[in-house]
Protein backbone atom coordinates (compact mmCIF):
# COMPACT_ATOMS: atom_id res chain seq x y z
CA UNK A 1 0.00 0.00 0.00
CA UNK A 2 1.55 3.31 -0.72
CA UNK A 3 2.28 5.93 1.85
CA UNK A 4 3.01 9.56 1.78
CA UNK A 5 4.28 11.76 4.45
CA UNK A 6 3.87 14.96 5.32
CA UNK A 7 7.26 16.60 5.43
CA UNK A 8 6.67 19.97 5.87
CA UNK A 9 8.08 22.51 4.23
CA UNK A 10 12.21 22.30 4.57
CA UNK A 11 12.40 26.48 4.30
CA UNK A 12 10.66 26.59 7.56
CA UNK A 13 13.61 28.59 9.73
CA UNK A 14 15.60 26.15 12.22
CA UNK A 15 13.69 23.41 11.17
CA UNK A 16 17.14 21.10 10.07
CA UNK A 17 18.16 20.88 13.29
CA UNK A 18 15.29 18.46 14.37
CA UNK A 19 16.09 16.26 10.85
CA UNK A 20 17.13 13.14 10.79
CA UNK A 21 19.41 10.88 8.37
CA UNK A 22 15.97 9.76 6.82
CA UNK A 23 14.83 13.79 5.97
CA UNK A 24 18.85 14.76 4.73
CA UNK A 25 18.68 12.06 2.07
CA UNK A 26 15.56 13.15 1.20
CA UNK A 27 16.86 16.65 0.60
CA UNK A 28 20.43 15.82 -0.74
CA UNK A 29 18.57 13.74 -3.40
CA UNK A 30 16.42 16.37 -4.19
CA UNK A 31 19.19 18.91 -4.68
CA UNK A 32 21.59 17.07 -5.90
CA UNK A 33 18.73 16.21 -8.68
CA UNK A 34 17.88 19.59 -8.78
CA UNK A 35 21.90 20.01 -10.28
CA UNK A 36 21.54 17.22 -12.52
CA UNK A 37 18.99 18.16 -14.79
CA UNK A 38 20.65 21.82 -15.15
CA UNK A 39 23.64 20.59 -15.99
CA UNK A 40 21.97 18.67 -18.40
CA UNK A 41 20.56 20.96 -20.05
CA UNK A 42 23.85 23.32 -20.09
CA UNK A 43 26.05 19.76 -21.40
CA UNK A 44 23.65 19.53 -24.56
CA UNK A 45 24.06 23.16 -25.10
CA UNK A 46 27.72 22.99 -24.92
CA UNK A 47 27.60 20.06 -26.91
CA UNK A 48 25.71 21.40 -30.07
CA UNK A 49 28.67 23.66 -30.94
CA UNK A 50 29.45 19.91 -32.41
CA UNK A 51 26.63 21.32 -34.84
CA UNK A 52 28.39 23.90 -36.91
CA UNK A 53 31.76 22.20 -36.16
CA UNK A 54 30.50 19.44 -38.51
CA UNK A 55 30.61 21.77 -41.49
CA UNK A 56 34.36 22.88 -40.88
CA UNK A 57 37.04 21.89 -43.64
CA UNK A 58 38.73 18.31 -43.01
CA UNK A 59 42.34 20.59 -42.19
CA UNK A 60 40.60 22.57 -39.42
CA UNK A 61 39.07 19.47 -37.70
CA UNK A 62 42.40 17.93 -37.80
CA UNK A 63 44.07 21.24 -36.60
CA UNK A 64 41.72 20.84 -33.59
CA UNK A 65 40.50 24.48 -34.93
CA UNK A 66 36.53 23.95 -35.29
CA UNK A 67 34.31 25.37 -33.06
CA UNK A 68 33.64 22.19 -30.71
CA UNK A 69 37.19 21.88 -29.66
CA UNK A 70 37.60 25.36 -29.59
CA UNK A 71 34.74 25.26 -27.36
CA UNK A 72 35.83 22.18 -24.83
CA UNK A 73 39.99 23.37 -24.71
CA UNK A 74 38.97 26.67 -23.49
CA UNK A 75 36.37 25.55 -21.29
CA UNK A 76 38.88 22.89 -19.17
CA UNK A 77 40.85 25.15 -19.48
CA UNK A 78 39.48 27.13 -17.20
CA UNK A 79 40.66 26.05 -13.28
CA UNK A 80 36.98 27.26 -12.22
CA UNK A 81 35.29 24.20 -14.85
CA UNK A 82 37.64 21.64 -13.15
CA UNK A 83 36.73 22.38 -10.17
CA UNK A 84 33.26 22.11 -10.83
CA UNK A 85 33.47 18.72 -12.75
CA UNK A 86 34.36 17.68 -9.29
CA UNK A 87 31.58 19.35 -7.92
CA UNK A 88 29.56 17.32 -10.57
CA UNK A 89 31.40 14.34 -10.08
CA UNK A 90 30.44 14.38 -6.16
CA UNK A 91 26.89 15.19 -6.94
CA UNK A 92 26.60 12.74 -9.48
CA UNK A 93 27.91 9.71 -7.13
CA UNK A 94 26.03 11.08 -4.27
CA UNK A 95 22.65 10.96 -6.34
CA UNK A 96 23.49 7.54 -7.85
CA UNK A 97 24.28 5.91 -4.35
CA UNK A 98 21.45 7.74 -2.81
CA UNK A 99 19.24 6.74 -5.25
CA UNK A 100 20.62 3.06 -5.14
CA UNK A 101 19.20 3.26 -1.48
CA UNK A 102 16.09 4.28 -2.37
CA UNK A 103 15.53 1.39 -4.53
CA UNK A 104 16.80 -1.16 -2.53
CA UNK A 105 14.02 0.63 0.12
CA UNK A 106 11.04 0.03 -2.64
CA UNK A 107 12.33 -3.66 -3.16
CA UNK A 108 12.18 -4.10 0.98
CA UNK A 109 15.27 -4.45 1.22
CA UNK A 110 17.66 -2.36 4.27
CA UNK A 111 14.47 -0.27 5.39
CA UNK A 112 16.29 -0.66 9.28
CA UNK A 113 19.42 0.28 8.27
CA UNK A 114 18.57 3.01 5.80
CA UNK A 115 20.14 5.70 8.84
CA UNK A 116 23.45 3.54 8.04
CA UNK A 117 23.10 3.34 4.38
CA UNK A 118 22.69 7.16 3.86
CA UNK A 119 26.25 7.44 6.07
CA UNK A 120 27.45 5.12 3.42
CA UNK A 121 26.67 7.19 0.76
CA UNK A 122 28.24 10.11 1.60
CA UNK A 123 31.38 8.33 2.83
CA UNK A 124 31.62 6.67 -0.03
CA UNK A 125 30.76 9.88 -2.44
CA UNK A 126 33.54 11.52 -0.27
CA UNK A 127 36.29 9.11 -0.83
CA UNK A 128 35.45 8.36 -4.51
CA UNK A 129 35.54 12.58 -5.16
CA UNK A 130 38.88 13.12 -3.09
CA UNK A 131 39.84 9.90 -5.68
CA UNK A 132 39.24 11.43 -8.34
CA UNK A 133 40.19 15.10 -8.15
CA UNK A 134 43.75 14.13 -9.46
CA UNK A 135 42.19 13.05 -12.99
CA UNK A 136 39.77 15.63 -13.13
CA UNK A 137 42.34 18.46 -12.54
CA UNK A 138 45.19 16.82 -14.47
CA UNK A 139 46.51 19.11 -17.57
CA UNK A 140 44.94 22.04 -15.75
CA UNK A 141 47.60 23.89 -14.92
CA UNK B 1 -1.31 -3.06 6.02
CA UNK B 2 1.56 -1.81 5.24
CA UNK B 3 4.13 -4.75 6.52
CA UNK B 4 6.97 -3.07 5.03
CA UNK B 5 7.52 0.38 3.48
CA UNK B 6 7.65 1.15 -0.06
CA UNK B 7 6.53 3.89 -2.24
CA UNK B 8 5.12 1.51 -4.68
CA UNK B 9 1.88 2.74 -5.60
CA UNK B 10 0.04 -0.34 -7.78
CA UNK B 11 -0.90 1.03 -11.28
CA UNK B 12 1.86 4.14 -10.87
CA UNK B 13 3.73 4.01 -14.25
CA UNK B 14 5.23 7.03 -14.01
CA UNK B 15 6.49 5.57 -10.53
CA UNK B 16 7.51 2.77 -12.92
CA UNK B 17 9.46 4.19 -15.18
CA UNK B 18 11.25 6.85 -12.94
CA UNK B 19 12.80 3.28 -11.23
CA UNK B 20 13.55 1.59 -14.66
CA UNK B 21 15.11 4.86 -15.93
CA UNK B 22 16.80 4.80 -12.49
CA UNK B 23 18.49 1.71 -13.38
CA UNK B 24 19.25 1.84 -16.75
CA UNK B 25 21.03 5.35 -15.76
CA UNK B 26 22.97 4.09 -12.89
CA UNK B 27 24.98 1.58 -15.19
CA UNK B 28 25.32 4.26 -18.22
CA UNK B 29 25.82 7.44 -16.68
CA UNK B 30 28.77 5.41 -14.86
CA UNK B 31 30.18 4.34 -18.19
CA UNK B 32 29.82 7.40 -19.18
CA UNK B 33 32.13 9.38 -16.83
CA UNK B 34 34.64 6.65 -16.71
CA UNK B 35 35.17 6.94 -20.61
CA UNK B 36 34.84 10.62 -20.82
CA UNK B 37 37.20 11.45 -17.51
CA UNK B 38 39.10 7.89 -16.83
CA UNK B 39 40.27 6.65 -20.67
CA UNK B 40 39.54 9.45 -22.35
CA UNK B 41 40.52 13.17 -20.30
CA UNK B 42 39.14 15.73 -20.59
CA UNK B 43 41.65 18.22 -21.75
CA UNK B 44 41.81 15.61 -25.04
CA UNK B 45 38.43 16.29 -26.60
CA UNK B 46 38.39 17.09 -29.90
CA UNK B 47 35.29 16.46 -32.86
CA UNK B 48 37.32 13.98 -34.26
CA UNK B 49 37.39 11.72 -31.03
CA UNK B 50 33.98 12.36 -30.42
CA UNK B 51 33.00 11.63 -33.95
CA UNK B 52 34.99 8.46 -33.70
CA UNK B 53 32.78 7.02 -31.25
CA UNK B 54 29.49 8.09 -32.55
CA UNK B 55 29.78 6.96 -35.65
CA UNK B 56 29.98 3.82 -33.98
CA UNK B 57 26.08 2.27 -34.01
CA UNK B 58 26.09 0.66 -30.77
CA UNK B 59 27.40 4.09 -29.29
CA UNK B 60 25.12 6.48 -30.99
CA UNK B 61 22.42 4.56 -30.24
CA UNK B 62 23.27 4.12 -26.55
CA UNK B 63 24.14 7.57 -26.20
CA UNK B 64 20.40 8.65 -27.64
CA UNK B 65 18.70 5.90 -25.11
CA UNK B 66 21.03 7.90 -22.34
CA UNK B 67 19.55 11.23 -23.37
CA UNK B 68 15.88 10.53 -23.35
CA UNK B 69 15.93 8.24 -20.13
CA UNK B 70 18.13 11.27 -18.72
CA UNK B 71 15.59 13.59 -19.99
CA UNK B 72 12.93 11.49 -18.33
CA UNK B 73 14.11 11.26 -15.00
CA UNK B 74 15.32 14.77 -14.42
CA UNK B 75 12.08 16.03 -15.78
CA UNK B 76 9.89 13.58 -14.26
CA UNK B 77 12.00 13.84 -10.72
CA UNK B 78 11.41 18.19 -11.17
CA UNK B 79 7.67 17.57 -11.67
CA UNK B 80 7.94 15.28 -8.69
CA UNK B 81 9.48 17.65 -6.54
CA UNK B 82 7.15 20.44 -7.18
CA UNK B 83 3.96 18.47 -6.70
CA UNK B 84 5.91 17.40 -3.32
CA UNK B 85 5.86 21.01 -3.06
CA UNK B 86 2.34 22.07 -3.41
CA UNK B 87 1.69 22.40 -6.83
CA UNK B 88 -1.83 21.75 -7.81
CA UNK B 89 -4.48 23.19 -10.43
CA UNK B 90 -3.74 25.67 -13.24
CA UNK B 91 0.01 26.29 -12.17
CA UNK B 92 0.62 22.48 -12.28
CA UNK B 93 -0.86 21.84 -16.25
CA UNK B 94 0.82 24.91 -17.20
CA UNK B 95 4.36 23.92 -15.59
CA UNK B 96 3.98 20.04 -16.65
CA UNK B 97 3.61 20.93 -20.46
CA UNK B 98 5.88 23.27 -19.59
CA UNK B 99 8.22 20.47 -18.78
CA UNK B 100 7.41 18.62 -21.83
CA UNK B 101 8.17 21.13 -24.14
CA UNK B 102 11.36 21.87 -22.54
CA UNK B 103 12.09 18.24 -22.12
CA UNK B 104 10.99 18.05 -26.10
CA UNK B 105 13.22 20.76 -27.56
CA UNK B 106 16.29 19.08 -25.21
CA UNK B 107 16.14 15.50 -26.89
CA UNK B 108 15.65 17.39 -30.33
CA UNK B 109 18.35 19.06 -29.84
CA UNK B 110 20.53 16.42 -28.57
CA UNK B 111 20.17 14.14 -31.40
CA UNK B 112 20.87 17.08 -33.86
CA UNK B 113 24.15 17.00 -31.74
CA UNK B 114 24.38 12.98 -32.15
CA UNK B 115 23.66 13.39 -36.18
CA UNK B 116 26.22 15.73 -36.57
CA UNK B 117 28.60 13.78 -35.27
CA UNK B 118 27.61 10.48 -36.90
CA UNK B 119 27.48 11.81 -40.14
CA UNK B 120 23.28 11.57 -40.60
CA UNK B 121 22.31 14.06 -42.68
CA UNK B 122 19.34 15.06 -40.04
CA UNK B 123 20.56 18.23 -38.40
Known amino acids: MSQSYNRGLIEDFSRWREFEAGMWAWIFHKFTGWVLIGYLFTHIAVLSTGIPAAGASE ?83 | MAERYSSFNAGGRMWFLQRVTAVFLLVVLAFHFFLLHFVNHADEVSFLASQARMTTLSYYSLMILFLVTATFHGVNGVYNALINQGLTGTKRTVIKWTLVAASAVLIVQGIRTANAWAGIGLY
Do not use: C, W
Open chain 1, 59 to 141: AALMAGEDVYTQTIVTLEGLLLVRILEVGLLAVAVFHMLNGTRLLLVDLGVGLEAQDKSFYASLILTGAITVASVPTFIAGAF
